[in-house]
């Protein structure tokens, strides 16, 4: 099924709106000290930034009829969210999509002030709306696209860190070329029982199946050294690859990841004995 775009909903001018959706938006992981962290927004690709926190990332993708974003933070991050769009020349109003990889309240909860803030559509899977308690906007299902001018996402759930956790490839450019980015949308461990770890390595080994993925796009800066690359990328000289360009180093991290939940399947098994 293809999302077509609709005109925006008529932007929310009262600020009781936002703090009405502020309160109906409970939290759903712990905060830590996500809430207080700010970073410097910057383009990784040509139509790719990052705008999220120094734990917690978000991303902005511009096409040629508007903006997406993807994650939305804690609700205390929404400003943050806001003003990292604009620190690198864009403007909150364009934001026509925002998609939710999952649940969890470090990348959902910030999603209904975003809404309000911009008018955009959002966009997670149904076990994961359910799961914020937030009024759904967009369900978005296995094997669904979404396409936004000259950028098409292409969506899929890998049910495990939640029960509706939402990956997603598009392409991102550097100058001429263009490259397969994937984000895995659930990759902790923070889980409990059999049936959900065996879920969890389902879905790492269907991505595992799927070629051609050169982009790591990763929801916790850590799991895929954004930072690192990043500083990479502003020495980057002319004619050297692109340090986030590592389809070996992807793979590579879906086999750990594997790996890991095979230790925990084993450890529930034992448990559940």
């Not at 001018?13 to 712990?30: D, E, H, R």
């Not at 809404?115 to 906007?137: C, I, S």
């Not at 070629?211 to 990328?233: C, K, Y």
Request: net charge negative; proline share 4%.
């Amino acid at each position: 099924m293809r999302h077509s775009i609709r005109p925006k909903n008529v932007r929310a001018a009262c600020a009781a709106l936002v703090l009405a959706l502020f309160a109906a938006t409970p939290a759903t992981a712990q905060r830590g000290d996500f809430t207080a962290q700010t970073r410097d927004a910057f383009r990784i690709f040509d139509n790719l930034y990052y705008i999220g926190v120094d734990l917690v990332s978000a991303y902005l993708v511009t096409t040629s009829e508007g903006l997406i974003v993807i994650d939305t933070l804690f609700a205390a991050s929404s400003d943050t969210l806001l003003d990292n769009i604009r620190a690198v020349g864009f403007d909150p109003d364009d934001v026509e999509y925002v998609f939710v990889s999952h649940g969890h309240g470090d990348h959902a909860e910030g999603a209904p002030l975003l809404k309000a803030a911009t008018g955009a559509r959002v966009g997670m899977t149904g076990p994961d709306w359910d799961m914020t308690g937030q009024e759904r906007d967009m369900v978005i299902a296995d094997g669904e696209t979404v396409t936004l001018g000259d950028t098409t996402f292409t969506f899929h759930v890998t049910p495990g860190h939640t029960l509706g956790v939402l990956s997603m490839a598009f392409p991102v450019r550097d100058g001429e070329s263009t490259h397969n980015a994937f984000m895995f949308g659930g990759m902790g461990l923070n889980f409990s029982g059999v049936d959900r770890t065996e879920m969890y390595i389902d879905s790492v080994r269907r991505v595992q199946a799927m070629e051609g993925i050169e982009v790591n796009v990763t929801n916790h800066e850590g799991a895929g050294q954004v930072f690192a690359r990043a500083d990479r990328l502003a020495d980057r000289a002319t004619g050297d690859p692109h340090p986030f360009v590592d389809p070996d180093g992807f793979y590579a991290w879906l086999d750990t990841l594997e790996a890991n939940a095979q230790v925990k399947l084993e450890e529930e098994r034992a448990a559940a004995n």
